[in-house]
């Protein structure tokens, strides 16, 4: 695992030149790739691919990077793990390769001369991102894992091209002005995060998950060697035939084989394990692989009402694994939140990147890999928000329009904090967080005219977002995608199929990235192995999206190495008691970065609309503390990184998302 940057100079720059420049830019990723360094550059050309290195796989001089193809064409910087390297190496020894070292780079690069850029990169299973640069051809190729657990940003700005593993890499790099993308910044309210391809930068690029450009001195083409819409269509047209009981099975084995693979190491490595269905099943996997017990980690929180570390040592004791408990202070945890703009180059605001953090930093005392169960929620229908949709709203469409607003009116009548107190005063309520919220989120499914519009309503932290922008403009996600109902009549799996295009890559495995490589702890992800997702999109709706039970067939499979009594409970998520801290040990600070003068020095904001809000939320209103944690977070990440002007390339959105609003519920 590393991190990797470069750049080209289209027209040629001195050695040294190129390699100051690259040397910048790797020294910004340090903490990805403590273990080692290195820049090759051609300075004829003006290009320079650099790395900062953690050496996980061959430990020795041999895994080096940027590494060359032994017959010089091709020169590689690589981040990530490809799972599958040891099939191909077989494979390229067939035909004649040799090889120096055991690293899964070398691999890749030998691949290169065997099968061509783009063909090798599509044979491979892994997590990654890879620059290549074609010494004949004078082509650099960016590349990404096919679900986006690695993160690639890239720009072209004339004749410079930059590309890195954060936008601190590229921000390294003086002679561009970064410019503020304000429609960018929209979407960012809406979702906590800056969906793909967009960055909050204008002309700064992510790399979609499964994509592949090419640049040369005069072009540049964006593509894609792998698409989940493919996937999806492919699994429709041929979907899976056998018995539930097979399909148990099969789903077991594909499992088994996806954990063993990430389980290949010359590092030690552990698991995170929450005690849920999913990093439940992965650590049975892994000790039923492994020849040792696995080192499992959690942590545990003095608020009940957010610890889940009792029902992950009731697993841990059940598998008999090697588990550590760390007991974390709700100080502790504060002590994170000024650490999060630089973690976080870009404005993001998912809370829960705090106690990802801190089981990442407290984990990698003890190992240098950890596998977690992240996807699975995404693959097996497993959020609270699609039963939601599908429970509230299907019984609720028979209820005439304006009975179901009184009632959702009724709902938001009575503040959050009300619901939250009476829930601590019912036994089984208790063990329920977030009560208010929840039933806040009943109400807005109630409120629209659609099981869409519901889904539509459910990711967005305000409906407009962009009416708290001076100048109103927000960019156009996936969200607005236009073949989606036919693509996937049934709305669940429309909503799981966005979800993996945005909230997986863009949230979910934005926040594990950057909260584990700040501490160089590399976190691999079975659930996202390519072959498990194709396979998935494969079954029936009866088994998935129309199961009797979320995660139907994956609680199959975990009943096999653990007692359903052991995780069956309310889903908790990760969640931090973000409402207390603003109303107590985060007042101070939130107060300053939402204080008039600072809202109005940055020029972004309408002022009076945000500091209202804030007003009301001190008051007791508990609704919008997300919507104010991404206001936070934001000026937090302006007052750090400070974006300069103002972009005006952003697109304008309608009030609502077409897809959502045109047609009629098929529900």
Not at 144 to 173: Q, T
Not at 482 to 492: A, G, Q
Request: one cysteine or more; charged letters at 25%; proline letters at 5%.
């Amino acid at each position: 695992m590393c991190g990797i940057a470069g750049l080209w100079r289209r027209g040629g720059a001195s050695r040294e030149e190129l390699a100051r420049a690259v040397e910048t830019m790797t020294a910004a990723l340090s903490h990805r790739g403590p273990d080692d360094c290195g820049v090759w550059s051609d300075s004829e050309v003006g290009i320079a691919l650099g790395q900062r290195r953690l050496s996980i796989i061959d430990l020795s001089p041999a895994g080096h990077q940027p590494m060359c193809s032994s017959d010089g064409r091709f020169v590689i910087t690589y981040n990530g793990e490809c799972y599958n390297f040891a099939d191909l190496r077989k494979a390229l020894c067939v035909r004649g390769a040799t090889f120096r070292g055991h690293s899964d780079t070398e691999v890749i690069i030998e691949g290169c001369m065997c099968w061509g850029v783009k063909e090798t990169v599509s044979r491979l299973n892994g997590m990654f991102a890879l620059a290549i640069w074609d010494t004949h051809e004078q082509r650099l190729h960016l590349a990404r894992d096919r679900m986006g657990e690695k993160p690639l940003y890239w720009a072209v700005f004339d004749s410079l091209v930059l590309f890195g593993s954060e936008l601190k890499a590229l921000r390294a790099v003086g002679s561009w002005r970064p410019r503020l993308h304000r429609g960018a910044v929209a979407a960012f309210l809406r979702h906590n995060y800056v969906p793909g391809p967009f960055t909050i930068y204008d002309g700064v690029n992510k790399l979609p998950p499964g994509g592949f450009v090419s640049i040369d001195a005069r072009s540049v083409e964006e593509g894609a060697y792998w698409k989940l819409e493919e996937a999806v269509t492919a699994g429709r047209n041929d979907p899976h035939t056998g018995s539930e009981e097979e399909l148990t099975e099969s789903l077991d084995a594909l499992l088994q084989d996806s954990v063993a693979r990430r389980m290949v190491s010359d590092v030690p490595l552990g698991a995170f394990l929450s005690g849920g269905y999913d990093s439940s099943t992965i650590v049975a996997l892994m000790q039923k692989t492994g020849s040792q017990p696995v080192k499992t980690f959690t942590i545990s929180f003095d608020d009940a009402a957010f610890d889940e570390s009792s029902y992950a040592e009731a697993i841990a004791r059940h598998l008999q694994t090697d588990h550590t408990t760390f007991p974390v202070s709700g100080a502790e945890a504060l002590a994170v939140v000024p650490k999060l703009a630089r973690m976080y180059d870009e404005p993001f605001a998912d809370s829960s990147q705090i106690p990802t953090h801190i089981v990442s930093a407290l984990t990698r005392q003890h190992v240098t890999v950890a596998l977690s169960g992240d996807g699975g929620d995404e693959l097996f229908s497993g959020y609270n928000r699609y039963r939601q949709a599908q429970n509230v709203w299907g019984p609720g469409t028979k209820l005439p329009p304006f009975a179901r607003r009184t009632i959702a009116a009724a709902i938001r009548s009575i503040p959050m904090r009300c619901y939250d107190g009476l829930a601590r005063t019912m036994p089984y309520a208790r063990r329920i967080s977030q009560v208010g919220y929840k039933a806040h989120r009943v109400a807005q499914i109630l409120d629209v005219s659609s099981i869409d519009d519901v889904y539509y309503r459910l990711v967005s932290h305000h409906e407009e977002p962009a009416e708290f922008l001076l100048d109103p403009i927000e960019t156009r996600s996936a969200l607005w995608a236009e073949n989606l109902r036919s693509l996937l009549p049934d709305p669940i799996d429309r909503m799981r199929y966005v979800d993996m295009l945005t909230y997986l890559p863009d949230d979910i495995l934005t926040k594990v990235d950057r909260a584990s490589m700040a501490v160089a702890l590399e976190v691999r992800v079975p659930f996202l192995d390519h072959r498990v997702v194709e396979w998935v999109w494969r079954l029936p709706g009866a088994l998935n999206a129309r199961a009797p039970r979320a995660k139907h067939l994956l609680r199959r499979v975990l009943a096999r190495y653990v007692p359903e009594r052991l995780v069956e409970r309310p889903k908790m998520g990760f969640g931090v008691p973000l409402a207390q801290w603003l109303r107590g040990p985060l007042r101070e600070w939130a107060d300053a970065l939402l204080a008039e003068r600072a809202l109005e020095a940055d020029g972004v904001f309408r002022t009076s609309m945000v500091r209202a809000m804030w007003t009301r939320f001190l008051s007791g209103e508990n609704r919008n503390h997300y919507l104010i944690w991404n206001f936070l977070m934001f000026q937090d990440w302006h007052r750090n990184w400070g974006a300069g002007a103002v972009s005006g390339h952003a697109t304008r959105a309608p009030s609502r998302p077409s897809q959502f609003s045109k047609t009629p519920s098929s529900s």
